[in-house]
């Protein structure tokens, strides 16, 4: 156990040694995803539509049930469940399950046929910036049509009195929800496209067949080639953390150390592809070549430039093989939410769960490669 271990330290040495003595590869470990980030953080906007959304119906009058139909008539929203009290509302919302919350309290369908102003309560996730201000916008104009229809006479928009409050993200700040995506998306980009040439790297230079002839197993070269990779990931992480908190004035409402274990695992998957496109490519264009063809799809697959409801079916079941959809929700919930790991437990166990396969499948194809 000894010897394996210094055996590995000295591969995990030998890496660090390489990947630093060349000050372009340097620049390429630090300075490019400070640089997206940045880029990213100020650039990126989305739309989206189908808006999970919870409606809570304290009357159960016609009127509140026509106003339900007509948020689902408009297109934009999709009543997913129908909570009993507000204490399920802040459930829901905790736990990302809908985006928009829509309360109608008792007494709605009275006051508007006595012609006195109402009121609706409307909740949105500000985590989805850019989803809150579109939710608030088609609530609104759809409140103010439902009023402006409404059979009985005189009832104008102006008397629903429409009160709007956006959670984790007051100020609906698109960079709160952007930033933290692109820290995830940047992450995995370093590490796939790291790991996918470190073996690529050792076949064209001539000096796999030497490793071999050592006694250093097929396991024991693959430990020592991720480990260093991992660990320039994580700090990584750390700088753009740093730059996201300090530049964009993103909050970081949950647990740093939770961060950092959910990065961890994290890791584990996407340091998994890229070892496993290191086995397949046979030069190191290639391996850049196929590791670009999977980063692609992945982030457009992961909710970060599409909401996942928009997408067909077929593609939503992909979305769950893909480690980056996950971890999009662990570190919005942790920064912006403050959510802990009895919120977060089932997206790092669906993380966990690829990592190990993939690690697996990785290692079986490094064995039949080598050997």
Known sequence: ??????????????????????????????????????VFGYVVSLDVNNI??????LDKSSESRELARRLEASGYFTITHSPTSVGE??????????????????GFEKDLRKRVPTSV????????????????????????????????PKITAGAIDVRTTAWYNPELKSRNYNVPGVMATVIMLMSIMLTSMAI???????????????????????????????AISLIDMLLVTVVGVLWFDVPIRGSLLLLLASTVVY???VLGIGLFISTVAKTQQQALMTAMFFTMPAILLSGFVFPIEN????????????????????????????NGAD???????????????VMALSALRFRKRLG
């Open 311 to 338: 997408m067909p079916k077929i593609f939503q079941y992909v979305t769950f093989i893909n480690p980056l959809r996950y971890f999009l929700v662990i570190i919005r919930g942790i920064f912006l939410k403050g």
């Open 121 to 152: 309560q409307v909740v949105v996730d500000g985590t989805y910036s850019n989803t809150a201000l579109i939710a608030l916008g088609y609530v609104n104009g759809t409140i103010a049509k439902y009023a402006q229809d409404r059979a009985v």
């Open 1 to 38: 156990m000894r010897k394996s271990f210094e055996r590995i330290n000295r591969i995990v040495i030998k890496e660090f040694i390489q990947a630093f003595r060349d000050k372009r590869m340097r620049f390429f470990l630090f300075v490019p995803p400070l640089v997206q980030l940045l």
């Open 343 to 357: 919120i977060l437990w089932p997206h790092l166990a669906a993380l966990a769960v690829i990592g190990c396969a």
């Open 52 to 57: 999970s959304t919870a409606f809570l119906d």
């Open 267 to 269: 890791l584990l998957s």
């Open 200 to 230: 690529v790297r050792e076949r064209e230079a001539g000096t796999m067949e030497q490793l071999m002839v050592t006694p250093i197993t097929p396991v024991e070269l693959m430990l020592g080639k991720t480990v260093p990779f991992a």
């Open 89 to 106: 509302i802040r459930e829901l919302l905790d736990r990302g399950k809908v985006l928009c919350a829509v309360q109608i309290n008792r």
